[in-house]
């Protein structure tokens, strides 16, 4: 029997059971999320208003609140922990919601030699995982091919319709790199920070609690990605894409294609792919951390807050700090500050490719007048 049929014959039930007993819900951390959000206390079950932001209050439909966990979505204000879920109001105080952050200075992270030393004894693995978040930085990334392809489409534009000015496709939100906020707590020892990025770009934003020592910190990003406030003198590497190793995620029972799957309608050949490569990732991340990929995980694909450490007692919140210095992976362009200044800075970068290839003035070729055509001559007379 296969890894995969015992995991899925393990959960058979658990989805279904989940949203109408309250059974399972230790397994998908939602054992804590009623408590107290929104000023409510619920019971066991998903009857209560607490869907990660969704409200389900007598929805009779629970499997809204299992649709929002197969996408592995975590929505403020909960923050994701190893065994399940907090409120970020019991662990943070001060935080800034949905405003964006422009850093103070941005350095670059290297990708060296695609080593990092491992954890010591004695110290604490802290392994946090994360996609995207729901906030976002002052921070766009962009890649030379993207640029490329903006300018010929806009060449291509205007000589598609020379009496109109073309509009450039314009700075686009998948560019601007989110915040996920990572509350480290541990002061039992050492704390070696593993972070595991995959998905969009994203920036860790660590929030160091009184007493916390950050022995090191380990970046594992298959994408551009970033770290803030990481403390003075505490040693950072970064393991990019190109240090020959694909990273994928085990399967969850929540998963819809997993969910698909157990129930025949799914596609069985790429699950068994999916294991398979989740597979070799966590062999890989085993030989290089000591432990698993998802070993003490806590993370989801989209959230904005992780709590890595203990939970902090009530009077013990943290203060937030907001990006300051972000080590940030290399990159081909990297704009910063407002979203204005980011929009101006990229329309420079393409009018600078567009130069670039065609040899031409821009000031002329995008001009805000449209270009016009010569007026046809008069009929009769001189020509």
Known sequence: MELKDIFLGAVGVCAVVMVTTGAGIKELGLDKLGEGLNGLTTGSGVSGTYNLGYNLHNQANGNLLHWDLSHGKLRPPAIATVDGYALITEVASGHPGDAGQVPQSIVTLANDDCTVRPPQPGEVIANVYAASGYFQSGIGVITRAHLEDRAEKWIEKRYKDMLRTPRLLGYERHQTMDVVDVYVTETAAPVYLILQARGGSAIFNLQVAEGVEIAQVAVVSAQPVGVSNVPEATPIDLIGSGCGYAMWRMPKAQWDFVENTRNGIGDEALLDEHYQNAGVYSDWFAGVFGIGAEQGQAGYGKQSYVLAGPLPEPDALIDYTPLGVVHLSENELVLSGSFDERKA???????????????????????NAPMTRDPAPAQGGDQ
């Open 345 to 367: 800075g990229y329309r420079g970068a393409v009018e600078a490719v567009m130069a670039e290839a065609t040899g031409m003035d821009m000031a002329g070729f995008l001009a």
